[in-house]
């Protein structure tokens, strides 16, 4: 297995994310995780961001498990009406474009971990 600490950014940087909807968003990552048999060892995240630490297998592009984890988040959490999200951003649109994608095989991943844990999570 592989590992990659991903961090995607709100479209426009709008500080949208509650406690509640990065809870749906956890849920939402573990599922399209075991789709492509990885695993989301952990998540967390701020009002305008959120990072992830995943495991996943070599034949798995991270370019695709991420164009995924954006697509499927976007609909599903579209489809709940937040209102966060439905008066801070218009369109199709949850996910800058853009992402960052680093690999950890040299870091300890207990670090790694730490880091996405100590985000500051908005109540």
């Known amino acids: 297995m592989l590992h990659t600490h ?3 950014v709100t479209k426009y940087r709008r500080n949208i994310f509650s406690k509640i909807i990065l809870d749906d968003l956890k849920t939402i990552f573990e599922s399209v995780c075991k789709d492509f048999n990885a695993e989301l060892v952990e998540f967390d995240g701020e009002k305008d961001h959120v990072h992830l630490l995943i495991n996943y ?3 798995v592009s991270i370019a695709k498990l991420v164009n995924s984890l954006k697509g499927v988040s976007s609909r599903m ?3 709940k009406n937040y209102p966060e999200i439905m008066r801070n ?4 649109m949850l996910w800058s474009p853009s992402y960052f994608a680093g690999s950890c095989g040299g870091a300890p991943l207990e670090i790694i971990k730490q880091y996405i844990q100590q985000q500051q999570t908005p109540l």
């Open 6 to 8: 991903l961090v995607f």
């Open 57 to 59: 297998p070599p034949k």
């Open 77 to 79: 959490l579209r489809k």
């Open 89 to 92: 951003l218009w369109g199709n």
